[in-house]
T-cell receptor
């Protein structure tokens, strides 16, 4: 069965600092991985997705993620945090049999001025 | 292009009642999936409809049901509501291409259901 684990339910950074949100996956087949962001009282918005093309994936709002098979990781990074990045971030893997998304437990990002 | 629309946005019900939530997909999207989001269980898959047929189902009791209409709009119904059904219900739509499971799912803003 496929799954994702997000390390750290809360991450706090200062404005302008590096953002690193961790995601590890478990999959017996090549995974398709996604990062979504959820702002308060809103649905989920896709940041980026990995579909086995390039291992370094660039997304919206300056975010990117690198697929590392050897580490079974798909960490999300942004060089310089903005106040507007404060939100909850979810890593997800697509189930190969059903196409449903299997989500991690989420990481809440706080950005301090 | 308009996004995914969910109605109503907020709903308050009492235990034992039933509720119907609606999801209108992005134009051209034929697949609609439903997810339940709670603080304790996180985001969990309920079911997916494609061309008016339920294609996949998550591990939820039979009180949770859904349907899809010919215009791809979908409804989900929860009968005999329990306190634990309080959650944000999200729908996600996509236009699946045969053999491609990487197509993006677009989420609506959700319906916040509170059961008293």
């Amino acid at each position: 069965a496929q799954s994702v684990t997000q390390l750290g339910s809360h991450v706090s950074v200062s404005e302008g600092a590096l953002v690193l949100l961790r995601c590890n996956y478990s999959s017996s087949v090549p995974p398709y991985l996604f990062w979504y962001v959820q702002y308060p009282n809103q649905g989920l918005q896709l940041l980026l997705k990995y579909t086995s093309a390039a291992t370094l994936v660039k997304g919206i709002n300056g975010f990117e993620a690198e697929f590392k098979k050897s580490e079974t990781s798909f960490h999300l990074t942004k060089p310089s945090a903005h106040m507007s990045d404060a939100a909850e971030y979810f890593c997800a893997v697509s189930d190969h049999n059903t196409d449903k998304l299997i989500f991690g437990t989420g990481t809440r990002l706080q950005v301090f001025p | 292009k308009a996004g995914v629309t969910q109605t109503p946005r907020y709903l308050i019900k009492t235990r034992g009642q039933q509720v119907t939530l609606s999801c209108s997909p992005i134009s051209g999207h034929r697949s609609v999936s439903w997810y339940q989001q709670t603080p304790g269980q996180g985001l969990q898959f309920l079911f997916e409809y494609f061309s008016e047929t339920q294609r996949n189902k998550g591990n939820f009791p039979g009180r949770f049901s859904g349907r899809q209409f010919s215009n791809s709009r979908s409804e989900m119904n929860v009968s005999t509501l329990e306190l634990g059904d309080s959650a944000l219900y999200l729908c996600a739509t996509r236009n699946p291409v045969a053999g491609d499971i990487t197509d993006t799912q677009y989420f609506g803003p959700g319906t916040r259901l509170t059961v008293l």
